[in-house]
């Protein structure tokens, strides 16, 4: 089905994106991601759970700190709630033609920020209760909504971590407001990405008092959703800098740390952005590992950098090896659950045909179809697992499984140690990476 309001088009002379198969050399069709496809027990649809983010498809106009705007959208207007309205039109368009089953956004995204508290809530509430009709007539679902609190020069000290308490209730108004519409929306997450939610010199900060109010606005900020009958899971997106120098959510570990020191394991859990995992020195997979050994798998900003850049990139995902890599840990987990796959990834600056934004989504999703299709195939073989098990087959009976359960001491296990016979294993890394070609690749 395609969809557009009334009479206007805003993505013309493009369909709906259909799966066309390997064979194809459609530019604007899926050569890998048949949504119905059935992959062990799921369809790749409800496997891969795609979003399209509205800040990056219907809002980054190309302008970087070197040069200005090279995009135009075709919902432009002069007024910015005509705007805003035009844009939500064609939002859902461009998700019903292509397929994505959510969306995610922030309140900036979707209505005109205001200096006027009451304008802004005015603003937002307007559009949400037109979102919340195109919800209704599409199907498309919200996958998690957040506040913008760190692009307003109010935020230039912080948000919630703001040495100013003025600031800081600010920021809890944009979050009620985000969390109201999460609500009125149906969402399933909600999001807490701290860009300045962290320090730029010691000079001028107290990083402990700042940490602890950002747990104390979390905490207000979580009963606050419970009590008005949000009952999806709220997420910390962790990333170690940019635009801060310091950012207290620095990866999985810290955010979790955060979540547990503050009490909040019940309620919250992490999204991972792949481009924020190796800005922090990480592979996408291990911060995704991470979440699901400590079960705070909650969603993913699916994008990725670039190999040379020390920078958020946030390029669409083409990199079937990381793709591989972090399905296995989903699938390894049990799937998303309630989270999805977000594709908080830009086309480039000189992309600049509107199908291009087509182009670039279809890409990221035969990625992510192609990861999950060879990870689903490594998993049912089995030969990694075998291998990895094998390599602690030392805990599986006698003193070491003695030790794993936790009934010897350390005294009996340096004893042990005096006796040891140790024989030199290898790791065998090479050969696992041809076994994993041979996946990939045949
Ligand atoms: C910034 C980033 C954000 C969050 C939502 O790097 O990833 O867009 O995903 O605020
Ligand atoms: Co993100």
Redesign the pocket.
């Known amino acids: 089905m395609e969809y557009f309001v009334g009479d206007k088009e805003y993505f013309k002379g493009i369909g709906k994106i259909k799966f066309e198969g390997k064979g194809s050399d459609n530019p604007l069709a899926f050569r890998y991601y048949d949504a119905n496809k059935k992959i062990g027990t799921k369809t790749m649809a409800e496997h891969l759970r795609f979003a399209t983010a509205y800040?990056h498809s219907f809002c980054a106009n190309g302008a970087d700190p070197f040069g200005s705007p090279t995009m135009s959208f075709p919902f432009a207007n002069k007024d910015p709630m005509v705007e805003a309205m035009a844009k939500a039109d064609a939002a859902f368009e461009f998700f019903t033609k292509l397929g994505t089953p959510f969306y995610c956004f922030?309140d900036a995204d979707v209505s005109p920020m205001s200096d006027d508290a009451k304008t802004y809530e005015q603003n937002y509430h307007k559009v949400a209760a037109v979102l919340l009709q195109h919800q209704k007539e599409t199907g498309i679902k919200l996958l998690w909504n957040?506040a913008n609190a760190f692009s307003h020069p109010n935020f230039m000290n912080g948000a919630a971590t703001n040495p100013d308490f003025a600031v800081v209730s600010r920021a809890a108004l944009q979050v009620k407001n985000c969390l109201d519409v999460n609500v009125m929306l149906g969402g399933s997450n909600y999001?807490f990405?701290g860009?300045r939610e962290g320090y730029m010199t010691l000079l001028n900060t107290d990083m402990k008092r700042e940490r602890e109010h950002l747990g104390r606005f979390m905490v207000m900020a979580r009963d606050y959703g419970r009590s008005i009958g949000f009952k999806g899971n709220f997420l910390i997106?962790p990333?170690p800098m940019e635009p801060s120098k310091h950012q207290y959510d620095y990866d999985a570990q810290s955010a979790i740390a955060f979540i547990k020191d503050f009490g909040l394991e019940h309620d919250f859990k992490c999204n991972i952005?792949a481009n924020?995992a190796t800005l922090a020195g990480h592979t996408f997979a291990h911060d995704l590992q991470v979440c699901a050994d400590n079960n705070m798998l909650g969603s993913v900003?699916a994008n990725q950098g670039d190999a040379q850049n020390g920078w958020?990139t946030d390029e669409f995902p083409s990199n079937v090896y990381e793709t591989v890599s972090a399905m296995l840990v989903i699938l390894r987990k049990g799937g998303l659950e309630s989270g999805g796959l977000n594709f908080?990834a830009k086309r480039r600056r000189n992309s600049t045909d509107l199908e291009d934004l087509f182009i670039a989504h279809i890409g990221g999703m035969d990625s992510f179809a192609l990861g999950l299709e060879i990870a689903n195939k490594i998993i049912e073989d089995g030969k990694f697992d075998a291998f990895v098990k094998n390599r602690y087959a030392s805990f599986d009976s006698g003193n070491g499984k003695t030790f794993e359960k936790g009934s010897m001491d350390f005294a009996s296990l340096a004893a042990l140690g005096r006796e040891a016979k140790i024989v030199k294993t290898s790791g065998k890394q090479e050969y696992l990476k041809n076994l994993l070609n041979s996946y990939l690749f045949g």
């Open positions: 800040w922030h957040t999001v990405w860009g997106e990333k952005e924020h900003d958020d908080d």
